[in-house]
């Protein structure tokens, strides 16, 4: 029934009709059954407004055409009444019933690891509670977490539509939850879809929702599922998860990793990427799917450039499918670093996507940079952009140059009084990593011997597609002094060297000409020279060759630069046994640097230093003894006493006298040179360690084994500390102590002592570095004196061709491997 009223306000007047409790009607033959109120409202002088209400209605049924009315219809006409017209009670849905829509399945879909991870977790949870474990063992959320492009989305829809397939729901509500808002607006939708929550109230209907979600005595079970897309802020679901209960579950699919989403009883998945098999299947039956055949090869080679990312490869098979072109050219395209990676998307993305791979990644940086330390995620990921994808110590992006440049680049942040950016410390730096890997844009590993940070080669791509050129440029000289600043001197290990050299490498990969610019940075010579120490001396070779071209090129063939790769390359070709091939690059270059530095530069000194130390190694001691002598007085002159490379020439000028056969008057010489040493250096200084070193040797050479033992055993003492008991000089000390163990006649002591410091070799540097192959020939001669003559000679005929292979002829190490072969088979005959 209608009922009209009027009702004053501070003299305006205005009208009501309302329609309540009106029963049910039914009309046939194209008749109208009418239980709300078909109008028109009255019209009235003294109402500007009227208002029609209409609730608690009956239900209406018309057929062949006629019309059914449980509300108010009547159109309104130009003129001064305005209308609000309220819904009719309805009563709640049956089930099964669905709330929002689920995503639809992508093409070519993969089923992966992931989706059975899924099912089990959500089947235990429910296991747990058939099994009557206490109430808080209830697992009331699945929470999927990952790198956006992962495919979070599409493993929730598989299960969420597999479910429902099966009969195991009764409910289902999916709901974007990309902000609080639409999460409050599903949950609300669902109340007034299930338990006639009132939609004018979106709050009170959500809390109505997850209040009728809650278990209660009596009642009839109800298994549902509700699913949570997208959540991009954890305080956006405050007081919103769905309750525990033992017939529903909660699924949660976030590129978060933060604590408080794995609080309460819920389970954090980890998404990762597709495996190799799974990327490329799914990019075979895509391209099938459209009649497209390529190369198993460079389908292969595809999948591992888009780093087996479920959206690259969705993104690169569309791009592929629309423009007509294969799998090499999209990888051409790829590599071409003119272009971005803007320029690899399809005009039209796959599967309902709503952004490409740059802009996804883009929010979640924007977000990050909003997290403590506000700020300093954006230029943290600036300098990952530009290392290894795969491992990057945490050393380096905390270093001092890290620091600075994250003070310099920090977004939104301003100066200190005196005008100069705010300090960023180590623990600031270290928040920004843990601000990235919440929103997943890293992975860091905080807990373990070497923290390290991992990030998507696409990720960094579309980072690195940001830069101006400007900005490509500093980035990428900060990057390279972060990581000189990360490398010990000396270095301590060779896995964290290893690593280093990795880093640069993929620096050098995507900036090596801003390396070049100004000047060559120092990383590029930090990166071979560690190659060489490491053992690697044909892969030091090699990196200085290649060195040599790109700064040729860039700087031109006189640059003081050039020049300086020269020098290295002779250094490291010596190094592997070419030490004629060493002179005479040392000799070229020798007139080279006189001619474009003169006489009495540093550099030209330090070739000169290199000729006279091949000039030995090839055999002319007197002609070496005598070269260093006239180089020590010239860098007297031009450096003074005092300089570190006076200090290493006259260690090389005791050598080759001792090599000479003067041990006595080297050991003396070493002796003066050693309190140098400990009053300029100190007494850690890797030089004054080396000077220790060589006293030992030369007085041992000079006949006071005793006094060369202890010596090394107190010498041995110190490298351990500093160095650490894997560095390549400790390990050298640890042999040479038993050489002269041996030489004091404890031969036994010699072979235990020579076997262990070979295992270790064996571990910590491999099979084929010069330390360790030198140290086999030791232990096959300590054997011999040991009484085992045929298996030294075995040993040594084995070893030599190790040498020959790996170092070469003419290497001191060979040539000493030689001569004492020749020994034991001359004792054999």
Known sequence: MGRGDEHAAGGAVDAQVAATETGNAAAVSGAAAVTGYRGPAPETNTAPTVTVRVSSTGGATASEGGLANTGYIHEVSAGKLTVVQQLARHEPALWPHQVGVIPSRAQSFQHRIESGRLRMAVDDSATVVLSQVPAPAFLPAQVLTGMGGVGKTQLAADYARTAWAEGRLDILVWITASGRTPVVTGYAQAGYELCRADPDDPEQAAQTFLAWLTPKAGQRPCRWLVILDDVSDPDDLRGLWPPASSDGHTLVTTRRRDAVLGGEGRRMIEVGLFTEAEALAYLTASLSAHSRCESADQLTALVRDLGYLPLALAQAAAYLIDSGENAGDYRALLADRTT?????????????????????????????????????????????????????????????????HLARQRVGAGNNPTGEPVTVSVRDAVGALRALHRLSLVDHIPDVSHPAVRVHQLIQRATRDTFSADQRDQFARTAGDALMAAWSDPERGNASSQALRVNTTALMTCALHALHEPDLHPILFRAGDSLGEAGQVIAAINHYRSLLGTTAHVLGDSHAATLAVRHSLSRWQGDAGDVSGAAHGAAKLLADRLKVLGPDHPDTLATRHNLAHWQGQ????????????????????????????????????????????????????????????????????????????????????????????????????????????????????????????????????????????LEDCLRVLGPLHPLTIITRAHLARWRGEAGDSTGAVNELAEVLQDSLRVLGPHHQHTRFIRTTLAHWQARES
């Open 618 to 757: 090839s055999g002319e001691t007197v002609g070496a003894a005598a070269a260093f002598a006239e180089l020590l007085k010239d860098r007297l002159r031009v450096l003074g006493p005092d300089h570190l490379h006076t200090l290493n020439t006259r260690s090389a000028l005791a050598h080759w006298q001792a090599q000479a056969g003067d041990a006595v008057g080297a050991a003396a010489a070493t002796a003066e040179l050693l309190k140098d040493c400990m009053r300029i250096l100190g007494p850690h200084h890797p030089q004054s360690l080396a000077a220790r070193n060589s006293l030992a040797r030369w007085r041992g050479e000079a006949g006071d084994v005793a006094g060369a033992a202890r010596a090394t055993a107190d010498l041995l003492q110190d490298r351990l500390r500093i160095l650490g008991p894997d560095h390549p000089h400790t390990l050298s000390t640890r042999s040479g102590l038993a050489r002269w163990q041996g030489q004091a006649g404890n031969i036994t002591g010699a072979v235990t002592a020579t076997s262990e410091v």
């Open 340 to 404: 971005t990676l803007a320029d690899t998307t399809p005009d039209r993305l796959p599967d309902d996507q709503a952004l490409p791979l740059a802009a996804a990644w883009s929010l979640s940086l924007d977000r990050a940079d909003t997290l403590r330390p506000a700020g300093l995620a954006r230029p943290m990921l600036h300098l990952a952009a530009l290392l290894d994808a795969n491992g990057i110590p945490q050393g380096v992006l905390t270093s001092q140059p890290a620091l600075d």
